[in-house]
């Protein structure tokens, strides 16, 4: 008998059926009716034994069955009675006592909970009817605070149950759940990603270094660079935790499981709308947004700078050589500059302040109203030291 079989797995090994040899508790299986007949619906469910899931399961509030022979459906896995592979078609265990917990603890079943309180560690649940206690740790993928779960109804996974002379010591857990749910979403998630997809996500921890955002199953990096159009823009400024954002997929590593994103991507050049709007030549009134050790930038649209050179600020000091930007220029401080060249190529742009002409120096003598004086010599000197300040001397050879 024993060779009959050992014959019959081999002859099905041979015609490439690949029937699983058994299954870990809690594992949700796609299996098929073959018979509603008895207490049990028998399912086909890949494995060389049939399993079996009590009958009761899928009798509807009318008495009638809702299980059909050829039907497909989602079961899971319970364990082992008495030589049969145990199933339920429930994903949840329902009921109160602790019997309830006993048995979703070894099938791996998960429970519904309610978030009652915060207690010194963690929380305390309510499930079935008994008292567990969930730690801080387990309540989340991510930092949760409070607030957020305290009074709600949660989905957990028993991952101890014990009695000791204390009384009834239940474990459970929120976050196994959402990480065994995040990786299958993964997987799914890797399967479809590709280069160039626009996608939602939902913004997860701000980093110096730029912004995380959950994808769905799997976390990308929108780099610094990536976050705005504007130089020097800060994260926290522009996205906070928990937003939801559309980004650009930049690129995926399947083998790392990186993905680059970019937020600014799906947002227009601001280069574009400069170039359309201004050209070589223009004045504008700019924004000092950024003072440099060679000189200042300033702001021409959001996401636009230009730069003002120390020594084209040099004219603001009447031409005299200036060390820094600070000596004639502050930042938030608004300024008429003239847009002197645009390198499209390089995105750079460089100004220069518009001032005032500066007149001749004969224009600008301060004229000094004519000496009243009845003395001749007085009157004499007085217009000789005038006139010899612009060069022009009529009484330079007169004497009295």
Not at 99 to 118: R, S
Not at 135 to 154: A, K
Request: proline fraction near 3%; glycine fraction near 8%; include cysteine.
């Amino acid at each position: 008998m024993a060779n009959t079989k050992a014959d019959f797995a081999a002859l099905l090994a041979a015609g490439g059926l690949n029937y699983r040899k058994g299954f870990n508790p809690g594992e949700e299986v796609m299996a098929r009716v073959v018979s509603t007949k008895g207490n049990y619906v028998v399912l086909d469910v890949g494995a060389k034994d049939e399993g079996i899931v009590s009958k009761e399961e899928f009798i509807l509030d009318d008495g009638t069955l809702r299980a059909q022979e050829g039907e497909r459906l989602k079961v899971w896995f319970v364990g082992m009675r008495q030589g049969n592979m145990m199933f339920t078609a429930r994903n949840k265990a329902v009921g109160r006592g602790n019997a309830v917990l006993q048995q979703a603890y070894e099938a791996k079943t998960p429970i519904d909970g309610l978030v009652k309180a915060e207690v010194k560690g963690g929380y305390e649940i309510d499930v079935a009817g008994q008292r567990a206690f969930c730690p801080y740790s387990q309540i989340g993928l991510y930092r949760t605070e409070p607030s957020e779960v305290v009074g709600t109804r949660q989905t957990f996974l028993i991952t101890e149950y014990s009695e000791d002379e204390r009384g009834l010591n239940v474990l459970v857990s929120r976050r196994t759940l959402l990480e065994k749910e995040r990786a299958e979403k993964r997987t799914a998630l890797f399967a479809e990603l590709e280069e160039g997809q626009t996608r939602d996500g939902v913004v997860t921890r701000i980093m110096d270094f730029g912004v995380f955002v959950d994808l769905g199953g799997a976390e990308g990096l929108i780099p610094n660079r990536e976050l705005s159009w504007e130089q020097n823009a800060k994260a926290e400024n522009l996205v906070r935790t928990g937003d939801s954002v559309e980004v650009l997929v930049l690129s995926v590593d399947v083998v790392t499981e990186r993905i680059s994103l970019s937020l600014r991507a799906l947002r227009q050049n601001p280069w574009d709308a400069f170039v359309a709007q201004y050209c070589e030549g223009d004045v504008v009134n700019a924004k000092i947004v950024r003072i440099a050790t060679f000189g200042a930038f300033a702001q021409l649209i959001p996401g636009v700078d230009g730069l003002l050179s120390n020594g084209r600020l040099a004219a603001l000091a009447k031409n005299n050589r200036i060390v820094s930007a600070h000596e004639v220029v502050e930042e938030g401080q608004m300024l008429e500059v003239k847009i002197d060249k645009i390198d499209l190529d390089n995105h750079k742009i460089a100004l220069r302040p518009v001032v005032a002409e500066v007149a001749p120096a004969a224009k600008k003598a301060e004229e000094k109203p004519a000496v009243e004086t009845e003395d001749p010599q007085v009157w004499i000197r007085a217009n000789n030291a005038k006139n010899a300040a612009v060069g022009n001397n009529p009484f330079a050879n007169l004497s009295l």
